[in-house]
């Protein structure tokens, strides 16, 4: 079906929507900062995507609307509005009933992400660039996370998001990469998989969230770490 991309992104989104209304998350008071750390997110993330379609993935022309924009299929613009703006929900939900804490120990795991930087770098100049880009934007979730002191590698409660994320996009992205909607060109990749998703897919999707994540709190007011 044409409109399925499309469909796909009303179901991702359908779920938060009619649960935001709920009295102890309320996400809907948070609605206008959730589309607004999105929208600022979704800038170098549609850069990212409109540079490498045709390349690193393409779009099946059989489950997404002929319309294009930047030769992207509105499906692809639509994904980067719902799939934070629904995860976004997930990390309100956690936030309501899980204590906040700052875990020193965790320090570690940021200055680790900042080698994402140089080993993005030097796994570019082999050819592997979408494997390349993820681990530069795994970086870019550190420093953003130190500039906006918002916390979020040093909070337990992140791994618990993460999971949940995890299980997710199983689901939803299993279905994109099984239908298949997104097609992969494999040199671009580590050429590993879980079930029909690459492996940096993954990564694609936990730096796009967590940018946003970053983002929301800070926008919110946010959390010190």
Request: glycine share 8%; proline share 4%.
């Amino acid at each position: 079906m044409k409109g399925e991309y499309l469909l796909f992104n009303i179901i991702v989104i359908a779920g938060p929507v009619a649960c935001s209304f709920d009295r102890r998350v309320h996400y809907v008071s948070r609605w206008p900062i959730a589309w607004l750390a999105s929208a600022i997110v979704m800038a170098p993330y549609i850069i990212w995507d409109v540079i490498v379609t045709g390349s690193h993935w393409w779009f099946n022309e059989k489950y997404t609307l002929n319309f294009r924009l930047a030769g992207l299929p509105l499906g692809e613009w639509l994904f980067f509005i719902t799939v934070p703006f629904s995860s976004l929900f997930i990390w309100e939900i956690i936030v309501s009933y899980m204590e906040y804490r700052v875990t020193v120990k965790l320090k570690w795991l940021r200055l680790l992400l900042l080698l994402g930087f140089p080993i993005g770098i030097l796994i570019y100049s082999t050819g592997k660039e979408y494997t390349a880009l993820v681990m530069i934007f795994f970086g870019l979730t550190a420093v953003l996370d130190l500039c906006l002191k918002t916390a979020i590698w040093l909070q337990p409660r992140t791994y618990l998001y993460l999971a949940i994320i995890s299980g997710l996009m199983l689901i939803f992205n299993g279905y994109l990469t099984f239908r298949p909607v997104i097609l992969y060109d494999s040199s671009y990749q580590l050429g590993f998989r879980i079930g029909t998703i690459p492996l940096e897919d993954f990564g694609y999707g936990y730096t796009l969230i967590l940018l946003c994540t970053m983002l929301f709190e800070k926008l919110k007011g946010g959390l010190r770490g």
